[in-house]
């Protein structure tokens, strides 16, 4: 499963990119207002710390002012990724680009039928959100469940990205059902590498140590 973390905190993306472990990075419209930086700027750096997908979303809610904001962004960078709405104008969009070549990234979706919509519009991602379907009352990692069933039996090629994780059992559930791509922010990635018998092995070893009077080197 590919890991992308869902910020436009730089310093926590160069931090996280360090590791390894980052597969490309999610942003939306709230996170920038968040970072208290410029949208265009923002997206420029974070392009040049990670190789893979950048999501940048269009905040237009027309088709053809969805296209003009995607021809200003994808011009960023060739690892930027469109971000559109599960709408009808969305799809337009969608279905615009990625036949020209560029990625898109379909987000808020909350339900299997609305997956189906994306695949069939040639979606690159489609963006569940299981936090927020958690919230509502709903099972998030149901929707992860059938959308994955619906894309195997269509053999669809879009990437189903579990978005709005909030804690380590959302991951871990994620991978067990398949899904190609997570996002998730920085402390729930940090998290996953969290053990109390990693922690309470490691004091130990360094306990006897230290009693053994050594250095390395
Ligand atoms: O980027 C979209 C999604 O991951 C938002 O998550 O926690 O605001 O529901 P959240």
Known sequence: MKFFVDTADTAEIRDLAATGLLDGVTTNPSLIHKSGRQFLEVVKEICGIVDGPVSAEVVALDHETMMKEAEILRKI?????????LTIDGLKTCKALTSDGTQVNVTLCFSANQALLAAKAGATFISPFVGRHDDNGFDGMQLIDDIRLIYDNYAFDTEILVA????????????????????APPAVI???FNHVLTEKGIAA??????KTGQTIG
């Open 190 to 192: 940090k998290s996953l």
């Open 205 to 210: 070893f360094m306990a006897d140590w230290a």
């Open 164 to 183: 709005s994780v909030r804690h380590s059992i959302h991951v871990l559930e994620a991978a067990k059902i398949g899904a190609d791509v997570m996002t």
């Open 77 to 85: 960078a060739d690892n930027v990724c469109i971000k559109v709405p």
